[in-house]
């Protein structure tokens, strides 16, 4: 967990959607330590911590901030990309991953990461940061990515889709964003990116109406990528090269 410094009235209530303390009602917050076991500890007060899965040499790191960054830690995955097998891969894995089904009808959740590139991201392959349930026809989903840089959030019911974008925005190399992905209500929903220290917005917030049903995936939620698998390249694991914080999902 990387320490923010404190912002002004205005700023905060930009942070409603997701702040980085964690929340009561989050059933998850990941912000960057591990424990003695080597599990990515969960802040919040379920105590969910996170697996870490790798290949070809992959792994996920907690790095101390730096000077500038208050304190506290992040995660760091893979960097760089890789286009041929085997390429170094790392994914965490929640506990409990039925805890974060949202539920039924018009359930309101949102999710999302402190997210920072390390290098520029491939243009050839996704980068998925948070997920539950694959894509596809007949597959519940929800949805974090920076695909080529650019944030977007996916929902799925398994019938129908909503995919938000922030606009044309590129995340630069070397700046931490907030993401926020959220589910308003039954159909309305809602991407933000936020400037973590200062809780402004760096791209106006972005929605849309959809009907969507109940959203329920099936499998298990990951961090960092869609799979491990020691035969495959970027393009088929949709590995995350870069810094992490803050990961989350709460239901409202």
Not at 111 to 126: I, S, Y
Not at 161 to 178: K, N
Not at 206 to 216: E, M, Q, T, V
Request: glycine share 16%; hydrophobic share 40%.
């Amino acid at each position: 967990m990387r320490r923010i410094a404190s912002v002004s009235a205005a700023a905060a209530l930009t942070l409603v959607v997701g702040p980085a303390a964690a929340r009561p009602d989050d059933e998850v917050r990941y912000g960057g330590t591990l424990t003695d076991a080597g599990l990515v500890a969960d802040g919040g007060r379920h105590g969910r911590h996170g697996t870490v899965l790798t290949s070809g040499g992959g792994r996920v790191v907690a790095v101390p901030a730096g000077r500038g960054e208050g304190g506290g830690a992040f995660l760091r995955f893979p960097a760089g990309r890789c286009s041929a097998a085997p390429c170094p891969q790392a994914v965490v894995r929640p506990a409990e991953s039925g805890a974060l089904v949202p539920g039924d009808g018009d359930a309101r959740f949102s999710f999302g990461a402190d997210v920072r590139l390390t290098a520029e991201p491939p243009t050839d392959a996704g980068m998925n940061v948070w997920q539950f349930g694959p894509a596809g026809p007949g597959h519940a989903q929800w949805k974090l990515q920076v695909d080529g840089g650019r944030p977007s959030c996916r929902w799925s019911d398994g019938a129908g889709a909503v995919l938000l974008t922030a606009g044309t925005y590129r995340m630069p190399v070397g700046r931490w964003h907030r993401v926020r992905c959220a589910r308003l209500s039954r159909a309305l929903f809602q991407i933000r990116v936020l400037d973590p220290a200062t809780g402004e917005p760096i791209t106006p917030p972005a929605h849309a109406a959809a009907p969507l049903g109940s959203i329920r995936p099936a499998g298990t939620a990951l961090i960092g990528g869609k799979r491990v698998h020691s035969g495959q390249h970027d393009g088929q694991t949709d590995q995350f090269h870069g810094d992490l914080d803050e990961v989350f999902f709460t239901r409202r």
